[in-house]
């Protein structure tokens, strides 16, 4: 018999595991689809990031992201590359050439 899910822990009651209702809380909050992404590698950095706050699962890191616009900010920088439009916008080419 499995137990009920603690109400302090926003998602724990839809299925899968804390990783599978924490991509759905990113897509929704940040428009960042996590299953794009190498899986192994996504968790596990996700996962670490979320331990130096003391967060035991991800199911008890999602609030603390909620609650802090600049941890959302923090993590979307740990885990996403951030790429200068500089050399792939041939509108900078033309200014740089004039």
């Known amino acids: 018999m499995s137990a009920a899910p603690s109400p302090g822990r926003p998602g724990a009651s839809l299925p899968g595991s804390d990783y599978d209702r924490f991509a759905e809380f990113l897509r ?8 794009q992404y190498k899986r192994r590698q996504m968790e596990r950095r996700i996962r670490s990031f979320a331990a130096r706050l003391g967060a035991a699962d991800l199911d008890q890191y999602v609030p603390m992201v909620r609650a802090d616009p600049a941890e959302l900010d923090a993590l979307l920088d740990r885990i996403t590359i951030n790429v200068s439009q500089l050399f792939r916008n041939p509108e900078q080419w033309e200014r740089l050439a004039s």
């Not at 929704?28 to 299953?35: D, F, I, P, S, V």
């Open 28 to 35: 929704t909050a940040a428009g960042l689809e996590l299953h």
